[in-house]
């Protein structure tokens, strides 16, 4: 066998993921004549799912055996496979033969069969496949609390996810919007916590409006049931998500008793991160070990979600009770008491023979050994669990939240805000290089995240989810070795005429080259326009300022563009044969000339620039300002400490940028949440507000020597980060540090 390292083995083949080892052969597997199906010893519902199969994907209903038929399907369980999900698929002119060692490697073994029937003709090549995934977990999340799903369509989303080899669907299932599982010992959390008077309109936080329409629904225990057996035949583990001790509001409003505070209390209507959570006294306790074990009874699989992410201590401040078991505990602060209530519910869970999972913030103050931790605010909660022997699941905002958009958030619909393009999700690595030995080991895999505030229906969910979808499943079940974005850009077109004919609403990827504004020192510019789907359809662009339609001119080849100091702003949409169109992307082009440097005696240069740090809360980056910091001092990068409190602070750096040589330079900056990078007067790169972790870059033409640099940080919530990077035009990327930043001496 031979891994898949040439790229004339892969381009034909719509496979996706992409198989561990594949040989291709000589001669063709066709529909025509007699079709008969081996079995012997395969459960009835596979073979069922197998005739199915063929009917759906090339009309032909093989027979059962002992007719004389010509050619054969054979399914085989047979002992000694390598993995419980390994399957081996060996193709030629009369015979397609699926062998595994379980019947989890059969079914993701059929779902390669299915891309190749998928195949023009029915025309299925001569080959050998021998395959098995590179991570035990390989997942992906639907929130149902901000908006909720009906059971069809949930179980769509698990079809969806089974066809590309997916075996993990975290469900997430109560929040302070919303609690939709049916608990019979405590009906309110449905007959109140499942309904919310109003929805916020957009994002309409300050001054709050609302739409006026009642909206909710949940899940009885029968539908659980129901969704949970669906995902068992399609070999995909569920596992339930209910929060605590935070995102409670829906479940307090239920249950007053629950809070720390008389209330009252509603179930929210808004966004955001509720002040109000689960107050630590015995009834709680009582209450969630109650409903954990209705939700086990329901749920069979070894993992339960507890959440544990977004919980504002405040109300524990200010509670007499919380503050009595703080003292009575022995505890430090607030952040230990929810490690000792998080390690209370893992005891609780782990006497039950299932294991607790929850959001990287249930590191914070210590946690208990069996308890694994989704990455969530980056790479480093994942690194730092791992290190401590703990699973993990790596699903970092970056790369990873499929609620994000895909390009400038002008262009696309309304969405919590991000930017996570295809690529960047192919591109992502769930091993990071921090980790070496045994250390490995414990990342289990990765998940994307589907969070549903800006989601109201069925298709927005789909826009979200594919191709993006396609990407991650190449991540967690191909070899590193094998993946390749152009390969994959090649495979793409095929796999999105799969989703055409299930009718689902994909994103056609936008166009590429038109990244982000760009400066000249010339008269005209020359645009290369293409797209992650090669040869399907036609680009068409505008340079009017104008969103393109299916009438605006085609842009085949390069295109040459007369500039001016004002600019132009070329825009560009794939169309496909169908009048399907990708979002609008436009950048301004414009002329310009070098920014003369100030005029600093070398002898006054120091090296470093200078760092104020306010520990509190700011409205914007743009808020940020050097003066009346807390402290103050001079640093060698432009980036976070670490040593910064977890929320609610601002960063000013303030100093010189040195420029080696006469040039068109650019900035990236990659924040969660706001930034600005400012030379002089003129901001180069805009990232400000409150956003996950969201890269932006912009130009500026440069004369050699220094020039004054300003970069502001205000973090708000949740995860934290500040890289920035920086380029002479054509270069590599550096990280902004050392011999570019220096300051004048005082």
């Known amino acids: 066998m031979t891994a898949p390292t040439a790229a004339a083995a892969q381009d034909p083949l719509p496979l996706s993921p992409w198989p561990r080892h594949i040989q291709r052969d000589t001669g063709e597997f066709t529909r025509e004549g007699r079709i008969e199906l081996r079995a ?88 050998r496949i021998e395959d098995a995934p590179r991570f035990a977990w390989r997942g992906a999340h639907l929130d149902v609390a901000r908006h909720f799903f009906p059971v069809e369509f949930v179980k769509r989303y698990i079809d969806l996810l089974s066809r590309y080899k997916l075996n993990t669907f975290h469900w997430h299932l109560t929040d302070d919007q919303g609690w939709r599982i049916e608990i019979r010992k405590y009906p309110r959390l449905t007959e109140v916590g499942a309904w919310r008077k109003e929805t916020m309109v957009e994002k309409n936080f300050d001054p709050y409006v609302g739409d006026g329409v009642r909206y909710g629904g949940y899940y009885t225990q029968d539908e659980i049931r129901e969704v949970v ?52 006294h015995e009834e709680t306790f009582t209450f969630l070990e109650n409903v954990l074990t209705e939700v086990m009874e329901l749920f069979p699989g070894p993992w339960i979600h507890i959440g544990g992410d977004e919980a504002p201590k405040r109300r524990w401040k200010e509670s007499a009770v919380a503050q009595a078991v703080i003292r009575r505990e022995g505890l430090k602060d607030e952040q230990q008491l929810q490690s000792w209530f998080v390690q209370r519910i893992e005891r609780f869970l782990s006497s039950r ?47 990873l939240y499929f609620d994000h958009a895909e390009g ?83 495979r793409l077109p095929a796999a999105l005429r799969a989703l055409d004919r299930l009718g689902v609403n994909y994103r056609v990827p936008h166009v590429e080259g038109l990244e982000g504004d760009r400066v000249f020192l010339s008269d005209t510019a020359v645009v290369e326009l293409g797209t992650a789907l090669p040869g399907a359809g036609t680009i068409r662009c505008t340079t009017d300022g104008t969103a393109p339609t299916a009438a605006s001119p085609i842009c085949a080849g390069p295109l040459t563009i007369p500039l001016t100091d004002s600019g132009v702003t070329i825009s560009a949409r794939h169309f496909l044969a169908d009048g399907r169109a990708s979002p609008a992307r436009s950048a301004r082009w414009r002329r310009t000339t070098l920014r003369a440097a100030e005029q600093v005696p070398a002898a006054s ?23 009346g910091a807390a402290t103050t001092q001079v640093v060698d990068s432009v980036a976070r400490s670490g040593a910064e409190r977890a929320e609610t602070y601002g960063l000013s750096f303030e100093g010189l940028l040195r420029v080696p040589a006469d040039g068109i330079y650019e900035f990236m900056l990659t924040s969660d949440d706001g930034s600005v990078l400012m030379i002089g007067d003129e901001v180069v790169v805009d990232n400000d507000g409150f956003h996950s972790e969201t890269a932006k870059t912009g130009m500026i033409a440069l004369a050699t020597g220094v020039h004054p640099l300003t970069v502001r940080y205000v973090q708000g919530s949740g995860g934290a980060s500040l890289v920035v990077q920086v380029r002479r035009e054509g270069g590599a990327w550096e990280r902004l540090a050392g011999g570019w930043l220096a300051h004048r001496a005082r």
């Open 353 to 399: 023979g299932r294991r607790l999972i929850g959001w990287d913030e249930i590191l914070e103050g210590g946690l208990a050994p069996g308890a694994a931790v989704m990455s969530w605010r980056g790479m480093d909660g994942g690194i730092e669990a791992a290190r401590a022997g703990h699973d993990v699941i790596m699903s970092p905002g970056s790369h």
């Open 229 to 280: 057996a669906y995902a068992a035949e399609r070999h995909i583990t569920v596992v339930p998500e209910i929060e605590m001790p935070g995102h409670a509001r829906a479940a307090i409003a239920a249950y007053p008793w629950l809070a720390c505070t008389p209330g009252p209390f509603e179930v929210w209507t808004m966004w955001g991160v509720s002040e109000d959570i689960l107050c630590p």
């Open 40 to 127: 012997d010893g395969v459960p009835a519902q596979l073979v069922a799912y197998a005739m199915e199969l063929f009917e759906d994907e090339i009309g032909v209903r093989p027979m059962r055996p002992g007719r004389g038929a010509a050619k054969a399907v054979i399914l085989r369980l047979e002992s000694g496979a390598d993995g419980a999900e390994s399957y081996r698929l060996a193709v030629t002119s009369t015979r397609i033969d699926l062998a595994a060692g379980s019947e989890a490697g059969l079914f993701r073994g059929m779902q390669t069969l299915r891309q190749l029937l998928a195949m023009p003709g029915g025309r299925i090549p001569a080959l």
């Open 605 to 627: 240069l120091r090296p470093g620039v200078m760092l104020a740090y306010h520990p509190r809360a700011f409205p914007s980056a743009r808020a940020v300002t050097a003066s």
């Open 408 to 490: 400038p958030a002008e262009l696309e619909p309304l969405s919590i805000g991000g930017n996570t393009p295809l690529d960047r999700v192919y591109g992502f690595e769930p091993i990071p290089p921090e980790l070496q030995g045994a250390e490995r080991a414990h990342v289990l895999g990765a998940q994307a995240n589907m969070w549903s505030e800006y989601l109201k229906t069925p298709t927005d969910v789909e826009f979200k989810l594919f191709p993006r979808l396609l990407a991650l499943a190449e991540v967690v079940w191909s070899p590193a070795e094998a993946r390749d974005w152009e390969r994959f850009s090649r």
